[in-house]
């Protein structure tokens, strides 16, 4: 079964400061990897989406590599905002879809 | 955002009585998944569905059934409510499987048992 991990449980940075998010995972045969952002008493947002095949995707600020090898994801938030205070998840799917979750990092951005 | 509809979204109920909550999708996808989330525990998976009456068991099943007569429809009911199943409960949906599609999340449900 995959098992998925996060550290730190928890990172204050100052504004502008860039953000690195860690997150291992156990079995390396991964399909994809998926980053969530969540807000206090809000849904999971999916932030990127990287596919087994991939070792990077990118959307704005946000930068996601792949390592199937060392079996590591790490998220990079470029320029950190106070807005970007939130908890990240990472997650990976069995071949039924099913997640397996990361217990995330939850993040605070200092102005 | 995925069209994810989930209701109620939020329910106080009573000890023992039965609860239904309803996961809608307006995307047509195949696969929608009933998750929970809990503080130390994390999020964790209760039923999946891969197709209209196609539905299987996740990691925390006990206490809970599931039924989708509907693509769009994702029924999850607590049969007899107890205090244990006070959690937030989460519908996604996937387009496809085996790497090839993202899932997204509703808003989520937040069910208190008294």
């Known amino acids: 079964k995959q098992e998925v991990t996060q550290i730190p449980a928890a990172l204050s940075v100052p504004e502008g400061e860039n953000l690195v998010l860690n997150c291992s995972f156990t079995?390396?045969?991964?399909?994809?990897l998926q980053w969530f952002r969540q807000d206090p008493g809000k849904g999971l947002t999916s932030l990127l989406l990287?596919?087994?095949?991939?070792r990077e995707q990118t959307s704005g600020r946000l930068n996601a590599s792949l390592d199937k090898s060392s079996g590591r994801s790490t998220l990079y938030i470029a320029a950190s905002q106070p807005g970007d205070s939130a908890t990240y998840l990472c997650?990976?799917?069995?071949?039924?879809?099913?997640?397996?979750f990361g217990a995330g990092t939850q993040v605070v951005v200092t102005p | 955002d995925a069209g994810i509809t989930q209701s109620p979204r939020h329910k106080v109920t009573e000890t023992g009585t039965p609860v239904t909550l309803r996961c809608h999708q307006t995307?047509?996808?195949?696969?929608m998944y009933w998750y929970r989330q809990d503080p130390g525990h994390g999020l964790r998976l209760i039923h999946y569905?891969?197709?209209?009456?196609?539905?299987d068991k996740g990691e925390v099943s006990d206490g809970y059934s599931v039924s989708r007569s509907k693509t769009e429809d994702f029924l999850l009911t607590l049969e007899s409510a107890t205090s244990s199943q006070t959690s937030v409960y989460f519908c996604?949906?996937?387009?496809?499987?085996?790497?090839?599609?993202?899932?997204?999340f509703g808003q989520g449900t937040r069910l208190t048992v008294v």
């Open positions: 996604a949906i996937s387009e496809s499987i085996g790497g090839g599609g993202a899932a997204f």
């Open positions: 079995d390396s045969a991964i399909y994809n």
């Open positions: 990287i596919q087994s095949s991939q």
């Open positions: 997650a990976a799917p069995d071949s039924w879809g099913k997640l397996q």
């Open positions: 995307e047509n996808h195949r696969y």
């Open positions: 569905s891969y197709g209209v009456k196609d539905t």
